[in-house]
């Protein structure tokens, strides 16, 4: 039943979700297509352009580059990306700004009432938000929309949208249990947002030949960073780069002097072709300006002596490990790790070892939890150095509190689990 007062209430409706489908991931577009018949969704394009992001990592940074820097040629832009840190309403963005809570509800009304015409469907938590989003964005009247997906890509409730501009940002091994260890395999399914004849960006040097096989094979025109399109950039942060791209008319074009935008180049570069091939005209000045003022929480997120970073795999950690600068000297690089329990701890810790010296290990709660204990036994088999372990990352931000020398740094990472609930609190800085 649809609950009660439901137009009130928000809360009320995301605690309803959780009761809808008995797992949390159910992967296939049977059911949510079904729903988003019933709603209408699909007569019709949600905007003039729609712009899917698949990949293992930087899904999130290229989605919030192609927003900044649409936004800032003047273009009415809507994203939707998952999942959230402190508020649900940060998963959809209309002209820049978080959805408010009454388009949402009534959304979730909209769902709910296409879900239980007979026959009845089950939808998962993920399947309902994703199908509400996609219906506020489609009632806003908007020229650009960038959508990024959830987990894979051929199954994935996005998927049920053609995209205009298909995106794959990179591809390593991830939820394992759900898209398995092979990495061409993994491939395949990211790879399974590509539409025939319409654009497929390959965001990463290092893609599996399973993905431009797959483009190639249902003659969509493939953009590989690289070749299509590329950026000069020596990787050392802060130093201003260059992009070079197509134009939907296959014309070259270039721009200079762009400015460090904290997030991956490889993600920037790629969120300007995407752009680019929506017919948009890239001029140098406003690029430069957005990509100084995008920011994405949780992503190498800076609160005084703390770098805050959802980072949750091997490559995620490998690219931490490569930017994160030193502290100053005579100071220790503390990190504050909570990780679920279906995550490449080991691949993780391996790859920012040589960059801690001192470990704090949180507990995270849940089905998917895992114990700081396990953790610290992971550090241990490394090499590592473990300080102690805590019950929450608010414990082990407490323990941190008493520690921190002013040129002490701490990177806290390892889920949005974490990442969320430090931010719920102020941070422990050195006196």
């Not at 794959?168 to 759900?178: E, G, M, R």
């Not at 921190?404 to 430090?422: C, E, I, K, Y």
Request: a negative charge; glycine letters at 10%.
């Amino acid at each position: 039943m649809i609950p009660s007062a439901m137009s009130k209430s928000l809360a009320e409706w995301l605690q309803h979700l959780e009761t809808l489908h008995p797992v949390g991931i159910d992967m296939g577009l049977e059911r949510v297509s079904t729903v988003a018949e019933r709603m209408g969704l699909l007569e019709s394009p949600i905007a003039k352009h729609v712009v899917i992001v698949a990949g293992t990592n930087g899904k999130g940074s290229t989605v919030a580059m192609a927003e900044a820097i649409a936004l800032a040629h003047e273009v009415r832009v809507g994203a939707y990306s998952s999942p959230h840190l402190l508020r649900y309403n940060e998963r959809v963005r209309i002209g820049g700004r978080e959805i408010d809570d009454e388009p949402l509800v009534d959304g979730f009304e909209r769902v709910e009432r296409a879900r239980l015409q007979a026959p009845e469907v089950s939808l998962t938590y993920f399947e309902a938000g994703t199908l509400c989003a996609l219906w506020c964005l489609a009632q806003a009247d908007l020229d650009l929309a960038v959508l990024e997906v959830g987990l894979g890509g051929r199954l994935d409730a996005v998927n049920i949208i053609d995209a205009d501009v298909a995106v794959v940002t990179t591809i390593a091994q991830d939820h394992a249990s759900f898209l398995g260890t092979d990495i061409a395999k993994i491939g395949l399914e990211k790879a399974g947002i590509f539409r025939p004849l319409r654009p497929a960006i390959l965001g990463s040097q290092t893609m599996p030949s399973s993905v431009a096989e797959t483009a190639i094979g249902m003659a969509a025109p493939v953009y590989r960073l690289g070749l299509a399109f590329s950026h000069s950039s020596d990787g050392v942060p802060g130093q201003p780069w260059c992009w070079h791209g197509l134009t939907v008319e296959g014309d070259t074009v270039s721009l200079d002097a762009l400015p460090d935008p904290g997030l991956p180049v490889d993600n920037a570069a790629t969120a300007l072709q995407a752009l680019a091939l929506t017919g948009l005209a890239l001029k140098p000045g406003i690029t430069q300006s957005a990509l100084k003022q995008v920011t994405l929480p949780g992503r190498m997120q800076w609160i005084g002596q703390w770098c805050l970073d959802v980072g949750h795999n091997p490559h995620a950690a490998a690219y931490l490990a490569q930017r994160l600068l030193a502290p100053p000297e005579g100071g220790r690089q503390w990190a504050l790790m909570g990780m679920l329990d279906d995550k490449d701890a080991d691949g993780v810790i391996a790859a920012l070892a040589p960059r801690v010296t001192d470990w704090v290990c949180v507990t995270l709660e849940g089905e998917r939890g895992r114990k700081a204990s396990e953790l610290a036994k992971r550090i241990e088999s490394h090499g590592g150095r473990v300080y102690g372990c805590a019950d929450s990352p608010q414990a082990g931000a407490d323990i941190l509190a008493s520690q921190l020398a002013p040129q002490d740094r701490v990177l806290a990472f390892g889920s949005f689990v974490t990442v969320a609930a430090l931010l719920t609190r102020p941070l422990p800085q050195a006196q």
